[in-house]
């Protein structure tokens, strides 16, 4: 079995007439936590949308465990084990918090087997605060525990690797440093992460390797604790000034 479960090679997504993204190229290692930092508009959610299928690339090719998925829909991935939680959240707000994980079971037929019903349960486990809140409406939860849903949802798909879009969003920094602990704690269990993040410091806190994207393309990539050094990505990123 290859260690690259992931590989993205010159992938390209327009937009009508817009190209928002030339040329990107990216690995993920089965077993590692991998980032992906840029600002907004960089092309870092294009990226995500080409490589899970949301939206169909123009250009370049997505391997998945060694089977090129480029031009697979959404869904197929997910029941092929690529699983996202998007930017936003995207819950079903007038649907219950285990509506919404049950949703999320769908590709594996839903909660019908005890394999379902026990990840389910480690869903749970995982955030408490979801399981006081199971027949609430996700509309009510708070931003916070919304994402937490999102995450939950995602695991319900039973991935071999978790994309993860703007994990932060609208988030306070409390909050963010929770879901953070969580997403070191999953991947130390074994499993596999593509996180998205604006605010860098947190993605390359935990990343064992990053991409820097910029103006529609990865213009740098590295082990996490370079590119956390590397002055430039410090000043546009990490808002620390270069030495003079």
């Known amino acids: 079995m290859s260690d690259i479960l992931l590989a993205v090679e ?21 077993g590692q936590l991998v980032a992906v930092i840029g600002n907004n508009g960089a092309g870092k959610t294009s990226l995500m949308r080409g490589l899970t ?10 391997l998945f465990k060694g089977e090129e998925v480029t031009r697979l829909p959404a869904h197929a ?3 092929r084990g690529l699983a996202m939680v998007p930017e936003g959240r995207l819950i079903f707000p007038d649907q219950t918090v285990e509506d919404n994980l049950i949703l999320g079971a769908y590709a594996h037929g839903g909660l019908k087997t005890a394999r379902a019903q026990a990840t389910l349960e480690r869903a749970l486990a995982l955030f408490p605060r979801l399981r006081e809140r199971v027949r609430q409406p996700a509309g009510s939860l708070s931003g916070g525990e919304q994402q937490m849903l999102a995450i939950a949802r995602g695991l319900m798909a039973e991935p071999d690797l978790l994309v993860i879009d703007e994990l932060s969003l609208g988030l306070a920094p409390r909050v ?22 604006q605010l860098a410091a947190y993605a390359l806190a935990i990343a064992d390797h990053a991409y820097v994207v910029a103006q529609g393309r990865v213009v740098r990539d590295g082990p996490s604790g370079l590119i956390a050094r590397d002055p430039e990505v410090m000043e546009a990123f990490l808002g620390k000034k270069k030495a003079a």
């Open 53 to 62: 299928g949301l939206v169909r690339p123009s250009g370049g090719r997505v």
């Open 10 to 30: 010159n992938l390209e997504v327009r937009y009508g007439a817009a190209t928002a993204l030339r040329g990107a190229s990216l690995t993920v290692p089965r």
């Open 77 to 79: 991935k997910v029941a």
């Open 176 to 197: 963010v440093e929770q879901l953070i602990g969580v997403l070191r704690d999953l991947n130390r269990q074994g499993l596999t992460i593509l996180l998205v993040e």
